[in-house]
């Protein structure tokens, strides 16, 4: 008879019985639902043994951390399992290398990471020299050997890890748990249109995303609204001028809510995006920085005919509320 | 014999079926704000569960979880079931299903009826 090993004891499983029914047949107290591998409810952890087969719809990180589906895996292909704990993910020594002004409110850091596996676009917790914790997104496509990884920070007065940046001198100790979240590139449909939606340093993943897909020999469209209340809040506009002129087939769509200076469009950037590509059917969706856009943006993108597999968000929630 | 669940296509129909229903319903004035707000990510795999009980498939939800899951949707009446399985026949219809299998799943979704309703 199969057996798995669950939290220290001993489940002793029937011949061809699944890990969730073993664990309420002994009376373990662990959440379910659908039972068919749908509602993802039963979320488990076992990170040498989790069955391909059981990770059917989880998240990219979920599923590399050892995450699975009680209810879809079978208890002889799972000799050990826990609970899924979100701390069990790997932690890096990260030193600051450099940080630089993009704009008077936005701070470039760049810390020298060389175990981060690559992932352009998705997100880690940064923690600072004073233990401050907040969740950035990766702005950097490429990883050299250095493993330099940047990360484009809003300096919020007042703001921990804001104030903690600012005083921070190259050489300084930080670390990083993760990578977390989806927004990153998939590479098998080269000529399906990308869309880009993102307001303030949203726009660091979203550039991550873009130019990844650029170095992976992206070729269909790669559209980007990016936007800002006012253009003082506007930055690396000479970086996202030379991709476009680099890239045929990619366009930039600067927008501001009030003032736009030229070449910049009055309006959200949704709005824009949506005006642009009414039909979203064949279009990869991105979407990233201030929540209220974020949301809006998955739920519209959705309505116009993208699928909610090829729609990737992450709102930048401030900490405490997410 | 095979199944409802196998005749509509089973899992891959499920999965085909997720966006068009999702989106008639998040369309749909008479139910949309019962969905407003919620997570939509968590919501298209909550959809997913209800496709597979609708069409039929494998679940092991009771009378019971039925009335649970519903039980925080204040008002919820009649008319609000009958639009939900009346988008459900749309996103069948838009996927080539015959009019015989599509009364065949608003069958098994009428077996919920009070559950979901909270009447048992
Ligand atoms: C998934 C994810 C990815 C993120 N990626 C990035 C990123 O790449 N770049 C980036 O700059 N930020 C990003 N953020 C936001 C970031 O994690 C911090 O919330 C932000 O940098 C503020 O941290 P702080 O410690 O300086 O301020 P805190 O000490 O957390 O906040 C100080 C005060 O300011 C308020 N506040 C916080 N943020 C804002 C804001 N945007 N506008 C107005 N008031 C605010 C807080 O509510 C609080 O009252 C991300 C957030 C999430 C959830
Ligand atoms: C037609 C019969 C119906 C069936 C078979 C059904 C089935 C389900 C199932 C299986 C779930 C997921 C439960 C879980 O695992 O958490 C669910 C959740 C839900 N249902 Fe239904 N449902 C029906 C009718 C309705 C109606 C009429 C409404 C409202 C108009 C509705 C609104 C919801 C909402 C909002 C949730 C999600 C709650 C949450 O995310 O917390 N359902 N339903």
């Known amino acids: 008879m199969p057996t798995v090993e669950f939290e220290g004891n001993l489940i002793e499983a029937e011949d061809g019985e699944t890990v969730l029914s073993a664990l309420l047949r002994h009376g373990v107290d662990v959440g379910h639902g659908c039972q068919a591998g749908a509602c993802q409810s039963c979320l488990l952890r076992a990170p040498a043994a989790a069955p391909p087969t059981a990770q059917k719809g989880l998240d990219d990180t979920v599923a590399e951390a050892g995450g699975f589906l009680a209810c879809m895996a079978k208890a002889k292909d799972v000799p050990s399992a826990t609970r899924f704990d979100p701390d069990y993910f790997p932690t890096y020594a990260a030193d600051l290398v450099e940080k630089r002004a993009l704009s008077a409110t936005v701070l470039l850091v760049r810390l020298a990471v060389p175990e981060l596996p690559r992932c352009p676009g998705r997100f880690v917790q940064l923690t600072g020299p004073t233990g401050v914790r907040r969740p950035y997104s990766v702005a950097t496509s490429a990883l050299d050997a250095n493993g330099l990884v940047d990360f484009h920070v809003r300096l919020i007065p007042g703001g921990e890890m804001s104030e903690a940046l600012l005083q921070a001198m190259p050489g300084d100790k930080f670390s990083i748990q993760g990578p977390y979240g989806k927004c990153c590139y998939r590479p098998g449909e080269p000529c399906a249109q990308i869309l880009l939606i993102g307001s303030g340093t949203g726009l660091a993943p979203l550039y991550a995303v873009a130019t990844d897909a650029l170095s992976q020999g992206h070729t269909g469209r790669i559209e980007v609204f990016f936007g800002a209340s006012s253009p003082e809040g506007l930055y690396f506009l000479d970086e996202l001028r030379c991709l476009a002129a680099s890239y045929p087939n990619l366009a930039v769509t600067v927008c501001v809510d009030a003032g736009p200076l030229e070449g910049q469009s009055l309006g959200s950037p949704l709005q824009h995006a949506l005006q642009a590509i009414p039909d979203m059917a064949d279009t990869t969706v991105y979407s990233c920085g201030h929540p209220a856009l974020v949301k809006a943006a998955q739920r519209q993108c959705f309505l116009a005919g993208a699928s909610m597999k090829r729609i990737f968000v992450d709102a930048f929630e401030p900490a405490g509320r997410a | ?120």
Do not use: W
């Not at chain 2, 990510?41 to 209800?50: D, L, Y």
């Open chain 2, 1 to 120: 014999m095979s199944s409802l669940y196998e005749k509509l296509g089973g899992e891959a129909a499920v999965d085909a079926a997720v966006d068009n229903f999702y989106r008639r319903v998040l369309k749909d004035d008479r139910i949309c704000h019962y969905f407003d707000g919620i997570d939509m990510e968590r919501q298209a795999a909550k959809q997913k569960s209800f496709l597979t009980m609708a069409f039929g498939g494998p679940n092991n939800y009771t009378a019971r979880d039925m009335k649970e899951a519903h039980a925080h949707l204040d008002g919820l009446n009649d008319t609000h079931f009958d639009a939900v399985v009346e988008n459900l026949g749309a996103t069948l219809k838009d996927m080539g299903v015959a009019d015989e299998l599509i009364a065949e799943v608003a069958a098994v979704a009428e077996t919920t009826r009070d559950a979901v309703l909270g009447r048992v």
